[in-house]
């Protein structure tokens, strides 16, 4: 790649080109996708708002949404094939990383160690939140990848912000209608309102956040595109989720 002059270019030519920055955004993403799950997702905090008063939140929205924008940028920058991949490879982190909790939280403790129960009620996530977590992000993730190489196409590569927001509206809009009430609905402490409104409110604080960070979104997106030379389109491309191949 000359780091210069960039070439459209359709997905499946792409084959398996030797890409230069490729596996760091792969690791940005899914260092992103872990921590965000680990220190965020079990949380509700509180915002006060002027003429509302205290209005909930889910508290990995703060950070959470940078995901999605890497998701925007691998998609843009290296086509829906290769965002498959690292979501796949996320999908897998969460596993391991769920499995570990697990085995780790389990294990008994020292008689002389007084954390178990800080340490339980940080890591020891109850199984029905890890398995909505991890279904939520595998369909919002797939679902904004599918609609930002989609509308790619048909606005010819043009007004990049309408599909880095519109892809937004719609993953996050799977996630947050998969996560909250596989996870809350019925639990102890959380209403039918509360998740109604913690749903619907991480909906919009994220979509918000997508359309904040646009310019970085841009900024991110150009540098790469130039670096690698590509500008790449899914024409032609099998969309199906069910597979790790580029």
């Not at 490729?22 to 002027?50: C, E, H, Q, R, Y």
């Not at 998701?71 to 999908?91: H, K, N, P, Q, S």
């Amino acid at each position: 790649m000359n780091g210069g002059t960039i070439r459209p270019v359709a997905a499946k030519a792409l084959g398996r080109t030797e890409l230069r920055y490729f596996d760091f955004v792969m690791a940005a993403f899914v260092t992103i996708l872990l921590l965000s799950n680990v220190l965020g997702a079990g949380k509700v905090a509180t915002v006060d708002l002027p003429l509302i008063g205290d209005w909930p939140f889910g508290a990995g929205i703060l950070f959470f949404p940078v995901g999605y924008v890497i998701g925007d940028v691998l998609t843009e920058v290296y086509g829906y094939a290769r965002a498959r991949r690292c979501i796949w490879a996320g999908f897998a982190a969460l596993l391991f990383m769920a499995f570990m909790a697990w085995v780790v939280v389990a294990l008994p403790p020292a008689a002389d160690w007084t954390g178990q129960a800080s340490y339980e009620a940080v890591f020891g996530q109850v199984p029905r939140i890890v398995f909505a977590s991890i279904i939520a992000f595998w369909a919002g993730e797939l679902t904004n990848s599918y609609v930002l190489a989609k509308m790619k196409i048909w606005t010819k590569g043009k007004h990049l912000w309408t599909r880095t927001i519109g892809s937004t509206v719609a993953g996050q809009g799977v996630d947050s209608l998969i996560f909250y009430p596989l996870a809350f609905l019925g639990a102890a402490g959380w209403t039918n309102d509360l998740v109604l409104k913690v749903l619907v409110t991480q909906w919009v604080l994220k979509v918000g956040w997508e359309a904040i960070l646009t310019p970085a979104t841009y900024a991110v997106v150009g540098f790469l595109k130039r670096r690698e030379g590509i500008d790449v389109y899914d024409e032609g491309t099998d969309f199906t989720p069910f597979r790790m191949q580029v």
